[in-house]
């Protein structure tokens, strides 16, 4: 489970660092107008619009891995395990301390007169 949750988070690290890098890059829509009239990006790998579109489009792909490692982190960090006896292990508290004294047939005064006394705990 541990290393489901890492391999989560560094998918919303890098995610979120994408999606930060690539709003970044994009241009806003007032220079539109600007290449409209021949000073834009025409001549780039991806065309003048091409741009535009492969970084919008990528942005909206790396929100969603963000969103959806996001909701599995979410939901990991809420799963609470079964609680445990501890160190212990299973321990059944159905019968009463006094129980085992009555059934090996010592009466229950003569049976805490023999057993040690518990130490004191200190608070």
Known sequence: MSIF????????????????????????????????????????LFGAAGSANFLSRTTAALATVFFLSTLGLTMLGSHRPAAGAGVMGSMTTSQPAAA????????????????PAAPAVPK
């Open 5 to 44: 949750k890492t391999l989560l988070l560094v998918l919303q690290i890098g995610s979120a660092l994408g999606v930060i890098g690539l709003v970044l890059l994009q241009q806003g829509k007032g220079a539109d107008m600007g290449a409209a009239f021949g000073s834009g990006n025409s001549g780039s």
């Open 100 to 115: 085992p004294a009555a059934a090996s047939g010592v009466p229950a005064a003569d049976a805490g007169a023999s057993a």
